[in-house]
């Protein structure tokens, strides 16, 4: 089974700031990884798939990049409604889907 | 608008069955792979399996082969999880998804909490 390890578990930030989430995969996924988004009480959205392409919606300053092993959520300017849990999820072996065990952005 | 609307919250004795539901709307039902995702309390995310309404079809994963049973009604396009047996591990908030390309879990349905105590 793949495992997604992501990091850190905690990001501490402050609106106007750059995010920058990790996502590692335990063997290469290519390109089949997505990024959820989850506030308190809600259920995920998804705000990234294909390792880089937008979801519906989805604001421009959240961007996705890389391949194989290695993945990257940037959250360029941060806004107060960007606080919340990410997740990051593969399905390189369909139908196995496997997700990441979230990072926390909190408000610094 | 695409939405999925899952039934209420259930509360529930061990060794109890359920079943809950998650309705699908605003696009073909029987065309896109359902999927059901638990999250234990304070916890994250795990698959359990899909399902196609169209011809029923239906994949578990090994975590949870066994431990549950996925169904769908196309004729009201709603597709089910269910247990013959509730353990109190079993509470947990568990979420229905359509499937995107196969890959991805888009839109969410709004939750079904699940809590089984004695």
């Known amino acids: 089974e793949i495992v997604l390890t992501q990091s850190p578990a905690t990001l501490s930030l402050s609106p106007g700031e750059r995010a920058t989430l990790s996502c590692r995969a335990s063997q290469s996924v290519s390109s089949y990884l997505a990024w959820y988004q989850q506030k308190p009480g809600q259920a995920p959205r998804l705000l990234i798939y294909d390792a880089s392409n937008r979801a519906t919606g989805i604001p421009a300053r959240f961007s996705g990049s890389g391949s194989g092993t290695d993945f990257t959520l940037t959250i360029s300017s941060l806004e107060p409604e960007d606080f919340a849990v990410y997740y990051c999820?593969?399905?390189?072996?369909?139908?196995?889907?496997?997700f990441g065990q979230g990072t926390k952005l909190e408000i610094k | 608008e695409v939405q999925l609307v899952q039934s209420g919250a259930e509360v529930k004795k061990p060794g109890e069955s359920l079943k809950i539901s998650c309705k699908g709307s605003g696009y073909s039902f029987t065309s896109y792979w359902i999927g059901w995702v638990r999250q234990m309390p304070g916890k994250g995310l795990e698959w359990m399996g899909i399902?196609?309404?169209?011809?029923?079809?239906?994949r578990y994963s090994p975590s949870f082969q066994g431990q549950v049973t996925i169904s769908a009604d196309k004729s009201i396009s709603t597709a089910y999880l269910q247990w013959s047996s509730l353990k109190a591990s079993d509470t947990a908030m568990y979420y229905c998804?359509?499937?995107?390309?196969?890959?991805?879990?888009?839109?969410w349905g709004q939750g079904t909490l699940v809590t089984v105590s004695s």
């Open positions: 399902i196609y309404p169209g011809d029923s079809d239906t």
């Open positions: 998804a359509r499937v995107l390309f196969k890959n991805w879990f888009d839109p």
């Open positions: 999820q593969q399905r390189s072996n369909w139908p196995r889907y496997t």
